[in-house]
């Protein structure tokens, strides 16, 4: 059993930086009290850790190969755990964001090197067996955050979802540290640091503009000037990547159908999938007055759905074009959000998010599996390891541009209901119905793309399935 402990070090750190996307959810309502914070606050919570996520993805692959993946994951796991740490111990909300915002750097640095280190440690058949339980523990991460949320901040108060964090890391690095394998370092990596600079400009100032303008109108001076910035930022890292040396991705990856119909898909999956659940908890417990478990288990159709699918559709998805369980997928989480948007009213109960939660679950189980495998055969084989960042990055993209999109729209419908004279329920209600529909449209939309774009590569076969399925074409990420 000694070979597994490198899959156990490399799981333990997966699931703690996955789980923490979705684990603050079902505790903002306490938060909130606890710390006397605006509703804007709760968005930046969430936000600014998928934000540093999605922007610290791709420098964390190039810092991998030039310290080695091994010591940049334990320094991540250690920063994780400081952060954590911190969090549980913020005194105000701004603490409590800027503590998550560390975090994110900690997990963009276990992130970026979990794949390599699992290909770097197995061979054959372990290896197969090493991505399937790797790839079902990523799956089933965050969507098992509002669970454990919910009986954390119950049982322990919401510091408890933070410093749950502290002991796992500690063992994951103490493993990590004896059993993962030393890697030689690559002097020719280099860090793109004005590309990064201008992707994490262009992506914090379109959030702020969008967490603003729903806050305060979108012909706000600080909204426009911020969607203003991030148009230039995004111009400037255009000009940054076309020029660089080493760049951060590769333009010319862009212009490839496939590849870009993956990235779009994979930010649209994120966003119609989990991007709600934030809403969804506020609603559960601050208007239904469920407890934060009770809270959390409301959501468990989704998680135990999504699971269930990924573990089986794992299996077999790799004899279908990778278009067809994406694709499908997608449109299978369209129909739960559209079903979400019909059965979510005034006068609902908990109740009425099963049946929407448990398609939604069977949707993400069908893309998990082969959004990163399909990413990386869709370009050539020596930008394999580019391409798995660039795709992990748009799914963090989606989520905190999601958070940030319907928290605007779900704020605009609660104050225009509640302006006019309806309850907070009817308000939360209808808010939920409008973010509910934009979250179909994205997936259904994501569906389209992926099917028109997205071609079996010419230029790279995956490996051959084995015990993993379609994860074992994930491989090509580390090297």
């Known amino acids: 059993m000694r070979k597994w402990l490198p899959l156990v070090a490399i799981c333990l750190g997966a699931f703690i930086l996955l789980v923490d996307v979705t684990i603050v959810n079902v505790a903002l309502p306490r938060m909130a009290s606890d710390l006397d914070a605006p509703f804007s606050s709760l968005q930046w919570v969430v936000d600014i850790y998928a934000l540093a996520l999605a922007a610290l993805l791709m420098v964390a692959g190039s810092l991998g190969d030039l310290f080695g993946h091994r010591r940049l994951y334990a320094a991540g796991l250690v920063l994780f755990a400081a952060a954590s740490l911190g969090a549980a111990l913020s005194p105000n909300a701004a603490a409590l964001i800027t503590a998550r915002g560390v975090q994110g750097f900690g997990g963009a640095a276990m ?12 061979q054959g ?31 322990f108060g919401w510091q408890a979802i933070f410093l749950v964090n502290l002991p796992i890391a500690a063992v994951a690095v103490v493993i990590a540290l004896r059993s993962l394998p030393v890697q030689q370092r690559r002097g020719a990596a280099r860090l793109d640091l004005p590309g990064a600079a201008a992707f994490t400009l262009a992506t914090a100032a379109v959030t702020y503009a969008l967490i603003r303008g729903g806050d305060n109108g979108w ?9 203003v910035v991030s148009a230039l930022a995004v111009a400037g890292f ?26 779009v898909g994979a930010l649209l999956y994120q966003a119609a999938a989990f991007s709600g659940l934030v809403y969804f908890s506020l609603w ?24 269930v699918v990924a573990a089986v559709a794992g299996r077999m998805m790799h004899r279908y074009p990778a278009r067809v369980p994406i694709g499908v997928g997608l449109f299978v ?3 739960g959000c559209a079903l979400l948007a019909l059965t979510v009213h005034a006068s609902s109960g908990q109740s009425s998010v099963y049946a929407g939660m448990t398609v939604i679950g069977a949707g993400v189980g069908l893309v998990t599996p082969v959004l990163a495998a399909a990413a990386v055969d869709a370009v050539p084989p020596q930008k394999a390891g580019m391409a798995g960042g660039a795709m992990n990055t748009a799914r963090q993209l989606g989520m905190t541009l999601g958070v940030a999109l319907f928290g605007a729209v779900f704020t605009a419908r609660l104050r225009h209901v509640t302006g006019h004279g309806g309850s907070p329920h009817a308000g939360y209600a209808s808010g ?21 774009l997205v071609r079996p590569s010419r230029e790279a076969a995956p490996e051959p399935a084995d015990a993993s399925g379609a994860f074992s074409a994930s491989v090509p990420i580390s090297e």
């Open 284 to 307: 559960l417990q601050n208007v239904l007055g469920l407890s934060p478990i009770r809270g959390g288990l409301a959501l468990m159709p989704m998680a135990g759905t999504a699971f």
């Open 238 to 263: 255009v000009l940054v990547e076309a020029r660089s040396a080493h760049p951060m991705i590769e333009l010319g990856l862009l212009r490839r159908p496939s590849f870009s119909g993956l990235l």
């Open 219 to 227: 012909t706000d001076g600080l909204t426009l000037a911020a969607f």
């Open 432 to 452: 939920l119905d409008r973010i509910s529909v934009y979250a179909a449209v994205a997936g259904v939309v994501g569906a389209l793309l992926v099917w028109a």
């Open 333 to 335: 989480i369209g129909l």
């Open 111 to 122: 992130f970026a090197t979990s794949a390599a280190l699992v290909a770097m440690t197995y």
């Open 125 to 155: 058949r372990d290896r197969g067996i090493a991505f399937g339980v790797w790839g079902a523990v990523n799956g089933a991460a965050a969507a098992a955050g509002p669970i454990l949320g919910g009986l954390l901040t119950q049982g």
